[in-house]
C-alpha cells in the first residue's frame, strides 16, 4: 500500500528526476519452487528444466526492487528449450560429428586427432563469446521495469571475436592480461546495454585492478606449490597400496601411520589449500565487482558497489556447500544468495528522470541462451 | 457476481512506451476494465485476454497485462479489484495455472518419449545403414584400430609353412563368395580359445583355438561362421552403435565435453556382443558356406562338443568376457550342436590336406620376432 503512495508522489511532478533506490525485497515460495522444479525435472526426464528455470528467475527478478518497483522476469521456458534444442541440432551435432568422423576415417592417427580437437576448441572459444552476448542480451531483453525492457545493442559476433583474440593473450602473457582482458570485455558489453532507449555507459582502464591481480598471481604461485608438495605427499598412497596388496611387506603401524597421512591430506590440507585459493581470488573479485560497478553509470545515476574479500568467500563456500549437500536441489538458494548479495552492496546514487525513459526498439531475440546453456556459462 | 458492475479501483498504470507511472482509475465493468487517467481513456481490456505473469489469488495485489499490450503493466492493490477480476477471467486463477502447469509437464513427458523413441530407432536400424555404406578403407582401418586394443601385446603368428595352410584354407571356403579377397585372417597368440571378426573383414582366430580343434574342418566352420559376420557387417554395425550412444550422451549432455575418440570407442568393446539373431545368422551363412564349398560339418560338432566339455554350456559372461566370446555368447552351444547334426550329409573333400593341417597348427610355434611387429594387413590375404 505504502508502495503506491511513494511510487505515486512523483508522479504529481511530471518529468521531475527522482532519487533511486535498490532494494532486495525477499518473497515466499523459493523452497515450494526449488522442490517442485527437481520432481519435475525428474519425471520429465530434464526437459522441464527449462521452465524450472524460468519460475525460479520470475520469483528472484520480482525481489528485485527498483525505485519501490520491482523487476519482471518475461522470459519463457518454450523460448530457453528451443535455443537448447537448435543449439544441439547445428552445433554440438556437427562438432561431435566431425569428431567421430575423423575418429573413422584416421583411427588411431594422434595428429589428425590433435588437428580435430584443435579446431573444434577453437570453434568453441568463439562461440563462448557469442553464447556470453547472446545470453545477456535475452535476459536484457526480457527483464522489464515498468513496462520498459532492456537490450544489448552490439553484435554478438564482434563482441565473439574480441572474446576470442584477447583468450589468446592469457596464455602468452603468463595470465597479466587477464584484468586488461576483463575490463576490454566489460566496458564493451557495459557500453552496449541499453535499458529503454538509454544506454549504460562504462568508463575507465585496467590500472586499479593490477595491484589486486598480483595478489591473486602470486597467491596462485603459492597455492600451486602447496598443491604440488601435498599431492605428493598422498602420492605415498602408492605406497600403501603396494603394502596393502602384498600383506608380507605390511608392517602394522607403519601402514597406520600412512593411511592417516592420507586422510589428513585429503580431508584438512587439500581443503585448506583451496580455501587459500578461494581467498587469493575474492581479493580480486571482490575487488574487480567494486571497481567495475564505479566505472557504470545509467543516465545521470552513478553506481557502486561494496563487495569485501571476507563476505564473498563467505557467499561463495556458503553456495558451494548449499549446492553440494543438496544434490543441486537447492540450487535456487545459491542464486537468490548471489543476487541478495549484489543487491544489498550496490548503492545507487544520483537521480533518474523515469518519465523520459521511453521502451526499447530493438528487436527481441526469438529464443535464449542455446550456447550459453551449452558451455555452461553461468548459474542462472 | 460479488462486485457491481461499475465499482472503481485505484492503481498505478505503466502503458508500455514509457516509464511514466499514471495514476489510473480502474473500473471493473462487465465485459472489459477500463483505465484511465482524469478524463483520458488510456485502456480498455477485455477479460478474456487478460494475462498474469503469477496468478492471481482474490484479496492480493494485482498485476495484469493484455495481449494486446504485453508491455503495458496494471498494479493495483485494492483486494476487491482482484476478486472482481477473478470472477470474469478465470484464466488467471491459482487453478487455472495449475492446470497449464499440468498440460505442460504432460507435453513435456511426451516430449522426451518422443526423444527417447527417435533415439531407440536411430540406434536399433541406422547402425546397420550406416556400417553398410562406409568406406571399405574406413573399415579397414577401422578394425585394424580395433585389432590394436583388442590383442595388446599378443603375438601375430606367422609360421611360413602355417601361413601357407591358412591361405590354403580361406581360399577354399571363400571361393562361392561374391568377394573372397574382403576376408583377411589373422592367427594371433592369444590366451584364449576364440575366434572374431572386426571391421573391414578382419577374422582374428587365436593359437589356442587351432590347437583344441581336432581337425581342418573344425577350424574352417569357425572360420565360415566368421565370414558370417563379415558379410552382415555386425561388428561395423556394432561400432557405430556404440559410437552413436556416445554422441547422443554427449548432445544430452550439452556437449560440454566433446573429446571421445576412435580410442575411446575401442575401449567400448566390451559392449561388443551381438545378438542371438545376429548369431543365429551367422550359423546360417556358416552352414550355406560349408555346403557350397564342400566342408564338412562334423568337424565344426565336434569342435563345438570339445569346448562344450571344457567349458561347459555357458550362457553369458566368463572368464574371457571382455573379449567377443564364440562360445560365451547365445545361441547355447546344444542348440546349435542339434541343428547342425540334423543337416542333410552332403558330399565332400578334406578342407586342406594333413601335412597342411601340421602346418597350420604349428603357426604360432615358428616365426621371427620381427615379422611380428608387421602390420595385420600385410600378412595374409593373396
Redesign the interface.
Known sequence: MTNISDATTPTGVPGGPQPVSLEYVPQPGLGGLAIKNFLLTVITLGIYSFWGKTNVRRHLWSCIHLMDEPLEYTGTGKELFLGMLIVSLIIVVPLAALQFAIGIMFPGDLVAEAVAQGLVLVVLIYLIGVGIYRARRYRLSRTVWRGIRGTLSGSPWAYAWSNFWMTFTLPLSLLWTYPWVRTRLNSRITNEMEFGTRPFAFSGGAGPLYTRFAVLWIGGIITLVLMYVALSLAGLGAVIEIMLTDPEGLEGTNAYFLIGLLFIVFLVVIPFISLLMAMFRAVYVSGEMNYFAACTSYDSVQFKMNATTGSLIGLVVGNFFIVLFTLGIAMPFAQQRLIRYVCNRMTLTGVLNVDAIQQSQAQLDRRGEGLAEAFDIDAF | MRSEPSKTY?G?F??????????AVVRCSTTVIVVSEGANVLATWSYADLIS??PLSAGRRARLTHVSAP???L?V?DRGFSECVLDRAPQLSKRAHNLQTLK??MG??A??AV??GIAFLLLTFAPRTVASV?PDE?RL??G??VI?TLVGKRKLCTGPAGLHALEAMRKRISAHEANPGQFQVLVYDLAIVNAFALPGGLIVISGKLIEAASGPEGVAGVLAHEMGHVIERDSETQLVRA?GIS?LQ???L???Q??????G?AGLLALLTYTREAERRADVHAQRIMQATGVQPDGLIKFFEFVKDKYGSKSDDDDGGSLLNLFSTHPGLDERIGKLKALPKWPSTPVINQTQWTDLKSICSSGTPKEEKKSPDSTTNG
Do not use: T
Open positions: 485505484d498505478l505503466y502503458d508500455g512506451e514509457s516509464a511514466k507511472a499514471h495514476e505473469p503469477d508491455y503495458a503493466r498494479v492493490e505442460l509437464v513435456c513427458m516430449v522426451a526423444f527417447a562406409m574406413w582401418s577401422l585394424n584400430q590394436k559410437m554422441l554427449q548432445v544430452m550439452g556437449g560440454g566433446i573429446s571421445d575418440s576412435i580410442g570407442v
